[in-house]
């Protein structure tokens, strides 16, 4: 049986409306399951390539697959398996919510109205919560909570909602290290726990460098695909982050240094 694929992308190419072209012959395939991260710097395409594979946006060339289905003609199909954290949270501010109110919508959104949380989805959405260790926070308001806090409250929404494919944009960006340092270590469980793929972008490899399988690196098209090791390549890091990029050894791990502020355009 032929193996199952996670991603697929044949010469895609993908313009946004103004013009710009995001992304271009981007050809790469990836197996399913994984732990994958996408990794490059600012405007290299990265949340245009999610978005694309959602089906949110149509490619100008070529074709992307998730898990077999066209990302154009079958991507009701997509968004049933998976959940996605996008880059900046889409959750309006104003609103009064709390921190139950957010986790429990990964349980809900996905259920035909008339939507009811049971005793099952609270206890899904508090375990969650548990898991990047803001469940004594559950009646906190969400707006005032810090941007570490808000993120992690919004990976373990995705957390408890069900689906074989999670897609984060750039969690980690804009948060402590205690935040990411839990964000990390709930996905990395998740994973190995339910074999749940997991898709994260990000322009900084080094804190999930040793969870991940699978890195994809880009910069509008592909630059490399393989183990975080092959990536942590001076050479290939020079071509995607420009001439001071580093690679440097410290306690048996390869870091990368780069200049990249992580600061990323948000719409
Ligand atoms: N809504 C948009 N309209 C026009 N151009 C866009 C839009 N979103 C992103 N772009 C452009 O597409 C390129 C890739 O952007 P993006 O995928 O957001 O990069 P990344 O997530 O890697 O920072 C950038 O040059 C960016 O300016
Ligand atoms: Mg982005």
Known sequence: MAEKMLFEAENLAVRYPGGEVALHNV?????????????????????????????MLKPIKGKMRVMGYDTVSENNKIRKLVRYVPQRDRIELSVPMKVKDIALMGRLLKKSPPRFART?????????????????LWNRAFNELSGGQRQRVLVARALASEGPILMLDEPLAGTDAES?????????????????????????????HSIVKDVLLLKNTIIGVGTPCDMMDPELLVRVYGPSAKVVEYAGHRYCVTHDTGVDRHD
């Open 27 to 55: 050809n790469f395939k990836v197996k399913t399951p994984t732990f994958m991260a996408i990794v490059g710097p600012n405007g290299s395409g990265k949340s245009t390539l999610l978005k694309t594979s959602l089906g």
């Open 120 to 136: 099952k989805d609270k206890d899904i959405a508090k375990a969650a919560l548990k898991k990047v260790n803001m469940d004594d």
């Open 180 to 208: 990411q340092t839990l964000i990390v270590e709930a996905l990395g469980e998740y994973h190995k726990e339910n074999n749940v793929n997991v898709v994260m972008v990000t322009h900084d490899l080094n804190p999930i």
